[in-house]
């Protein structure tokens, strides 16, 4: 199976009413574990990078290539995207690497810029994109605000959320309808109807951030009205560390990694199976 670009993963989910289940890497157990549990459930999915991932591992292309050399040898088609790029010398190296890195999307994160530097940043990625063949995703802040779509309370209006994506070229929009980062536990309450009516005005695919803290249902009831890209990290490293706890509390005296890894990685796989069957839909 060869990479598979982010538009080709997200044009389908739109043609099944589904969404691309989209999982954030911070190390390579993590990326191992995507890339099985979607072999697991026979899923296309999309490997993420945050800005703060690229950070942790001191630059982009080791963890990078890792992906790129894992979603070729998957038997699922994968991707790989970049997710909330906000530092314009990383952004410049995202489009100098390009596909010869396997990339296929990136999120230009502005939100928590004044809307009309928003509008100007989106819109300079969108093209950049256009010219380099990489899917663009911004997201629309609190109007007005500094703390970004995912303050509490904060939710997207349809209405500018239209204008934006006409005024930017974006090709997908992350947009506050409920779920928040970093959640630990499942308790999110999702504006199912906000969703629907941002998918019948908004003219490209929603996207869905925070989804660890949105339980199964209203995850499967936010794709049918509308969404088409879920993000989901914390809830992988929730899984991970517990099992990593789990193993070396029975064990105190381990010091080989592997045995805690191993089991930490496969609990991860188990989960990126079971949320690609929430999520995938069709």
Known sequence: MTLAPTATLIDAAVARGGAVPSFNVISLEHAEAIVAGADLAGVGVLLQLSENAVKYHGGMRPILAACRELATSARSPIGIHLDHFEAAPLIDEAF???????????????????????????????????????????????????????????????????????????????????????????????????????????????????????????????????????????????????????????APALTDPRRYLAPARDRVSDLVAHLCEVIAGG
């Open 96 to 250: 100098a690497l390009g596909s010869a890195f396997g990339l296929g999307s990136l999120m230009v994160d502005a939100s928590t810029e004044p809307y009309e530097r928003n509008v100007t940043l989106t819109a300079s990625a969108s093209a950049r994109g256009r010219s380099a063949g990489l899917w663009i995703e911004a997201e629309l802040g609190e109007v007005g605000g500094k703390d970004g779509a995912h303050a509490p309370g904060v939710r997207t209006d349809p209405s500018e959320a239209a204008r934006f994506v006409e005024a930017t070229g974006v090709d997908g929009l992350a947009v506050a309808v409920g779920s928040s980062h970093a959640m630990t536990e499942q308790t999110a309450s999702l504006d199912l109807d906000l969703i629907a009516r941002l998918a019948s005005i908004v003219q490209v695919p929603l996207v869905l951030h925070g989804s660890s803290g949105v339980p199964d249902a209203v995850l499967r009831q936010a794709v049918a009205a509308g969404i088409r890209k879920v993000n989901v990290g914390t809830g992988l490293n929730l899984a991970f560390t517990a099992e990593v706890r789990a193993v070396l509390d029975a």
